[in-house]
């Protein structure tokens, strides 16, 4: 079956990077469009990038559109995102996600990870 494993969270301070991995199995990763989707407590959960099979589009929410960079390397069944620039509002547990296209909405997408935690203190 499909298995999606996050890695690459923690607990930084404000303005530093992360990068997070998704390592994908299970069906063959280059037919699929990947996401990245965040949940903060409280709050329900948000798109926050995508991209489609080939890497030949990428979709970002405002709200970090030039800080974060989604990226995926087909030969290793891997997607990324690369996060720069962190806010304390970026604090959440971040999920990847594989599905037919990049959408901007969690049902779009037929596959998730358990999540990875992000804290950005301040």
């Known amino acids: 079956q499909v298995q999606l494993v996050e890695s690459g969270g923690g607990l930084v301070q404000a303005g530093a990077s992360l990068r997070l991995s998704c390592a994908a199995s299970?069906?063959?990763?280059?037919?699929?469009?990947m996401g990245w989707f965040r949940q903060a407590p409280g709050k329900e959960r948000e798109f926050v990038a995508g991209i489609s099979w080939n890497a030949g589009n990428t979709y970002y929410d405002d709200s970090v559109k030039g800080r974060f960079t989604i990226s995926r390397d087909n030969a290793q069944n891997t997607a990324y995102l690369q996060m720069s620039s962190l806010k304390p509002e970026d604090t959440a547990l971040y999920y990847c996600a594989q599905g037919r296209r990049p959408g901007v909405h969690d049902y779009e997408y037929d596959a998730w990870g358990q999540g990875t935690q992000v804290t950005v203190s301040s």
């Open positions: 299970g069906r063959t990763f280059r037919n699929y469009a």
